[in-house]
């Protein structure tokens, strides 16, 4: 994910060279390094999410069990339950990284449709402007392709059943948030949270440090337009 937010050091360092305008910054060299630098950072956050422990081993983006499950988890391991709602806890996060791969594709193909002015916003746009743009245009799509994929790891899960059971009557009367209401949609959001959470860290890690991690690709790029 270095290479994503490397692009993003631009605004910082850019504001220490006087001389780079606005417009300089849809040079098209400038526009194509970005966006080569965005693609090989989105093909990184696939890659650590989506091998074995990519969501369970990372505090950071692990799915816990849904908020209205997590009430009554004690009393279920008193009632020797603790094993099902393990079980539950690691097919949604082997859920979440068996369909994190699907949204390569889509995460590229949104860098190659990036326009010129959502190159410059990016650039010159707060801490987590990358992390929006990808948001905005891939979220709706991601949770298409994610969503047959975590139904078909957890259908086998009796908990998790029961749970969709409980959580469809319980959202009919409000006691069960409406995101919480099946342990699909409830995972692929997770998912989503979790792909989008740590590309804004590492953003805004870049951004603190851009001179510290700045690539010689982008060195050379916007050198070049400077």
């Known amino acids: 994910m270095r290479h994503l937010v490397t692009a993003l050091s631009f605004v910082v360092f850019s504001s220490h060279a006087a001389a780079l305008d606005l417009g300089s910054i849809s ?6 390094g970005l966006k080569q630098a965005l693609m090989q950072g989105a093909e ?22 849904p908020e209205s499950m ?8 008193m009632f020797g339950m603790g094993k099902q709602a393990d079980e539950l806890v690691l097919k949604m996060n082997q859920a979440a990284e068996a369909a994190v791969p699907e949204a390569k ?4 193909n949104s860098v190659k449709q990036m326009s010129v002015q959502d190159a410059k916003d990016i650039l010159t746009g707060g801490q987590d402007s990358a992390t929006q743009y990808f948001r905005k245009t891939t979220s709706a799509p991601m949770a298409e392709k994610f969503l047959p994929i975590v139904k078909k790891a957890t259908q086998n899960v009796d908990l998790a059943q029961q ?12 006691l069960v948030n409406k995101d919480q209401a099946n342990i699909e949609q409830y995972v692929t ?9 740590m590309m804004a860290e590492e953003e805004k890690a870049i ?20």
Not at 70 to 77: D, F, H, L, P
Not at 189 to 197: E, N, R, S
Not at 207 to 226: E, H, I, N
């Open 163 to 174: 749970y969709n059971k409980f959580a469809e009557m319980g959202s009919k009367y409000g």
């Open 207 to 226: 951004r603190q440090d851009p001179m510290g991690q700045a690539s010689s690709l982008l060195k050379k790029v916007f050198g070049a337009v400077k």
């Open 105 to 108: 594709t889509l995460l590229v």
């Open 189 to 197: 959001q997770k998912t989503l949270d979790g792909v989008y959470l």
């Open 44 to 65: 990184r956050a696939v890659s650590q999410l989506g091998q074995a422990g990519g969501f369970l081993n990372n505090p950071q983006v692990k799915i816990p069990l």
């Open 70 to 77: 997590q009430k009554a988890e004690k009393a279920m391991r």
């Open 27 to 32: 040079n098209t060299d400038a526009s194509q």
